[in-house]
């Protein structure tokens, strides 16, 4: 079975998400993917019990074979972690982890469209049992509700210009695969930024990936449950990759441990960032940051 995804700054979350190896001790990976943190935690502590959610029953197969070895020691839940947490028991869990990043199994082998580069139908379900896809976007949203889209989540500031590109494409046949939308977006916006430091069209699905897994929208209800969730002395830590998912992460917890008796202390007054050697070897590393609070 081959491991693709590299586990992000993987030290320092083993630095800084710490408990007692006793029994008893849970840890919630909320967003598990292939396993490289649940596998950090499992090697570590021998007696630590790894609840390991993620909603793509694809990539889960592959947590679930690495780690038959460990037995009931890994517990997979096929769930989005906002569901499985907001019906978790009070102050059951010592540690709780999110990686908020898409798994390099994602673009390389779910054959979903996720990768602008890639002849593949445009889907980008997380859920394949969910009714809207990247897909069911780009074809029937409206021009106005689609530039949005793009430029709500993806900041784009060719948004309207790509949109509108989008439904004048559509008009002629329907918007099937993942690089038929990416000719679409290059040829709609200017040739210097055609030819810029990054795709033109990095940001497009960017925001169609997060708008069809409505993924923003399930991290403050996740986090509000996680500290309910975590005993005391426990800590939460977040691993996130673009502005977006780093500001409802950071203001969540600046304004819950400003509060009057806060149940929160910050960590990390600065989120932690990959060492140089780390982006070197993990480029996609680059963007990440990583925060800790601890429950008091």
Known sequence: MEILHYPVMHQEVLDNLVV??????????????????????????????????????EIQKKAIERFKDYKDRFQPVNTWFDDYLALRESESADLILFDLGIS???YEESRRGFSFRADEVLDMRLDSNQKNSARTIVNEYG???????????????????IARAICEARKE????????????ISRSVPKEYRYGRISPSTRTFQALRIEVNHELDRISPA??????????GGRIGVITFHSLEDRIVKWFFKERAAKENSDIR???????????????????SRSAKLR???KI
């Open 104 to 106: 390099i199994f994602h």
């Open 223 to 232: 986090l509000e449950n996680a500290v309910r969730v975590l005993r005391p």
């Open 173 to 184: 046949k329907a918007i099937e695969t993942a690089s038929e939308l990416a000719n679409i």
């Open 266 to 284: 910050i960590i990390t007054k600065k989120p932690i960032v990959p060492t140089e050697a780390e982006e070197k070897e993990n480029s996609p």
């Open 143 to 161: 021009e106005e509700e689609l530039a949005d889209v793009i430029y709500r989540y993806g900041e784009e500031r060719y948004s309207r210009r």
């Open 20 to 57: 007692p190896d006793e029994e008893g001790r849970v840890l919630i990976d909320c967003t598990t993917g292939e396993g490289g943190h649940s596998a950090l935690f499992l090697s570590k502590y021998r007696n630590l019990n790894v609840i390991g959610l993620d909603r793509d029953s």
């Open 292 to 294: 800790i609070v601890e």
